[in-house]
């Protein structure tokens, strides 16, 4: 009946196979009744309806069935114009016989058929009008009402704002969204626009509030509203993120489970499509962003990034006369600019930071990152294969990376609980380490077995030593942290049950402003840890070559091999005390207990000091060299200590190496600059310290390096 729509805004044909399956039901009913009561059409009547049926729109089939239905014997719809046989239905010679009586000329058949389907489509063009008018009236006073709360929220402010939104929760739609975007779109008055975008931030921070996935199913069909095929940006952004293709994209995601950040890239793998194009949704983050940050987005309470002061930052601070941008990677709580810095790369991200924390808006809701974009993954494998190690600066360009400024790492209830048990642990590990101490110490032991009093007067000395010692290294780093405005974590002590403790693990919770402050606050811990170390161990061998031999009967017991079987301190031993070089091998030596606790600091730190991880030695490392570098020399120093540990049969060392796979084996966070380098004196020192802890840790007694010596033309 004229092909006219019902129903929708947007004219919805209904032609789904339901309504075609009962329209040839329909006529095969129509086709038996009229069989069985002699008024079966000719064939190609049959054709004509089918056609026509198919041509039709489901209001018109309604009226014609409404219409046409009221007619008593057997009803066969007038849909063809052809001439009909003498076996007409009883609907159109009722029709034409009232036409006749009405005008007193007798009206063909065909017009009185033509005369029906303008009716009919004349009556289903009136119903589609009302509804039409219906719905406008109600999509009319939506409008008001939407109108209505938005001026009535932006006359509220602070409590009663927040009050106000609790109280027409129900009301913030879809259609409140886009009036104020429409708003917000034609005003021309800064201030009143500001007002508004407030008030937007607002209303989705009171939506997300309620619910989280009611505020992304709004966001979505509040663009869907404004023209904004939301899916497909998503789709092509990912296409545009996952460089290396597809591939390259699940890569990251495998990184990520891995890195235990199973959260979001589980969220983002099952959100895959069946055609297999790289999966995108809110909660995914990008291949570029670095694991630890990844491990520190994925937080329950991270807010997303503000997508307002994120544009703000690309259009008003990121100018071409300091950062040309040449693409902007989106996500929601990772923004990444691309693009060639103007100048100084250094003078350039300072004329940055000052724009950003000169304006309010930016400064209190971004947090800005200068990093390095790495290879593409492909090209990374392509130059392993080939025995090609890059380092950041050869081949990495400088890029932006804008977070929420919330997104910093934390550190719950829980992780007081740990530091507390830790340091029990490890209290009740230290006496045991202690007591270990003596126990070729009959006379001690004695004591201590017979519960005397006076045993805790030669055990104390042995017990603040050691303490002291690993408390200098967490000074070291708390100092240097104090110094350049860094937060570290509670410390949470390592124990041990072969020499006590391996020291504490402190994690960063802001981010270092540059890599010379990482390096100074990782150094700051060996550095410390040594000096007090090698003081400790030289005033103890010096106590002990002055000290009378009743004194000696108590103090605690080595292995002469310990003094013995490292160059460094077989040399300090035959500088300050000779006797204890003069043992014969596989004797007892009794040394003061400081010079115990001196050798415990150096091991403990030449331990810290591995290029591995979140290790002081991984954190120097990463700042000296560049994030790229030391993630592969990690590695490789990883394997090698095991290796080592395996096959010299170093059970401190192996245990060691069981708790960096399970607890330090990542980066850590990155530095805001990334790009600046450290100075080269700070290279020096991380060389020094480095050296210097491999020859406390590496077991070469003096007289084999004498023998290779001599050995030499």
């Keep these: 009946v004229g092909g006219r729509s019902w129903g929708g805004s947007g004219g919805r044909l209904v032609r789904g196979g339901v309504w075609r399956m009962a329209a040839w039901v329909g006529v095969g009913l129509l086709v038996v009744l009229q069989a069985a009561s002699g008024l079966a059409p000719p064939a190609g009547r049959l054709g004509g309806l089918a056609s026509q049926w198919h041509l039709r729109s489901a209001p018109s089939r309604r009226v014609a069935v409404a219409s046409l239905g009221r007619a008593p014997g057997p009803v066969f719809f ?25 005008s007193g000329n007798p009206p063909s058949k065909t017009d009185s058929t033509l005369e029906m389907v303008k009716r009919l489509r004349l009556e289903a063009e009136k119903a589609e009008l009302e509804l039409a008018k219906e719905r406008m009236t109600k999509q009319l006073a939506q409008a008001r009402a939407a109108m209505s709360l938005v001026e009535s929220l932006l006359e509220a402010s602070g409590e009663n704002r927040t009050v106000a939104l609790r109280k027409h ?11 104020l975007e429409e708003r917000l779109a034609g005003t021309s008055e800064e201030k009143e626009a500001e007002s508004l975008r407030e008030l937007r931030s607002d209303i989705w921070a009171a939506v997300k509030a309620r619910d989280e996935k009611l505020a992304k199913e709004l966001r979505r069909d509040v663009d869907k509203r404004l023209g904004i095929d939301t899916r497909k940006q998503e789709i092509r952004q990912t296409s545009l993120n996952s460089t290396g293709g597809e591939e390259q994209l699940l890569y990251s995601l495998v990184e990520s489970l891995m890195d235990g950040n199973s959260t979001k890239a589980t969220d983002a793998l099952e959100s895959m499509n069946t055609e297999g194009t790289s999966p995108w949704v809110d909660d995914l983050f990008p291949y570029f962003v670095p694991l630890s940050l990844i491990g520190v987005l994925n937080g329950p309470d991270i807010p997303e990034l503000d997508r307002e002061a994120a544009t703000i930052l690309e259009k008003e601070v990121l100018t071409d006369d300091v950062f040309r941008i040449s693409k902007v990677d989106k996500s929601a709580y990772v923004w990444l600019f691309r693009g060639n810095v103007k100048g100084n790369p250094t003078e350039a991200y300072q004329t940055v ?21 790495p290879l593409e993954f492909h090209q990374e494998v392509e130059a392993m294969e080939q025995g090609i190690i890059y380092s950041d600066e050869d081949v990495a360009m400088p890029v932006f990376l804008a977070i ?9 209830l829980e992780a007081s609980i740990y530091s507390l048990l830790s340091l029990g642990i490890g209290g009740f590990t230290t006496l045991t380490f202690v007591l270990g101490a003596f126990a070729l110490n009959t006379p001690v032991m004695n004591k201590i077995l017979a519960e005397d009093a006076s045993s805790t007067a030669d055990l104390l000395p042995l017990i603040w030593a050691v303490l002291g010692v690993q408390a200098a290294h967490e000074v070291g780093h708390t100092i240097l942290a104090l110094i350049h405005d860094v937060k570290l974590s509670t410390p949470v002590v390592i124990p041990s049950l072969q020499i006590g403790s391996y020291g504490s693990v402190t994690r960063f919770l802001s981010y270092p402003k540059t890599r010379a402050q990482m390096f100074d606050i990782a150094i700051a811990g060996p550095v410390f840890g ?24 108590v103090f605690p017991a080595l292995p002469e091999a310990v003094l013995s079987g490292n160059v ?52 120097a490392l990463t700042a000296v060299a560049g994030r790229r570098a030391a993630s592969i020399v990690g590695t490789l120093a990883l394997v090698l200590l095991l290796a080592v540990s395996f096959i010299a049969d170093l059970p401190i060392q192996m245990y060691w190496v069981f708790v960096v796979i399970l607890f330090q084996r990542m980066l850590d966070v990155p530095a805001l600059d990334e790009v600046t380098e450290v100075d080269g004196t700070r290279t020096a020192i991380f060389g020094v310290v480095l050296t210097l802890a491999s020859f406390c840790m590496v077991s070469i007694p003096l007289e084999l390096l004498s ?6 033309p």
């Design 707 to 712: 023998e290779a010596a001599q050995q030499l």
């Design 353 to 373: 930071l000052e724009r950003v924390n000169s304006n309010p808006k930016l400064k209190d809701s971004v947090e800005l990152l200068y990093q390095r974009f």
């Design 530 to 553: 040594f000096i007090a170390s090698f003081a400790a161990l030289i005033y103890g061998l010096t106590l002990t070559n002055s000290s009378p031999q009743e004194a000696l009967d």
């Design 404 to 412: 929420p400024k919330g997104a910093v790492p934390t550190e719950g």
């Design 169 to 179: 929760a129900r009301s913030l739609n879809v259609e409140l969204f886009v009036r």
């Design 78 to 102: 007038p849909f063809s114009t052809e001439p009909t046989s003498t076996t007409e239905p009883l609907v159109e010679a009722e029709s034409a016989r009232h036409d006749e009586e009405d």
């Design 568 to 619: 460094l301190v077989d040399i300090l031993c035959r500088l300050l005390c000779p006797p204890l070089t003069d043992l014969p091998q596989a004797s007892m030596a009794f040394v003061h207990p400081y010079t115990v606790a001196g050798l415990l600091g150096l091991l403990v730190n030449s331990l810290n000091m591995l290029p591995i991880g979140t290790l002081d030695g991984g954190r």
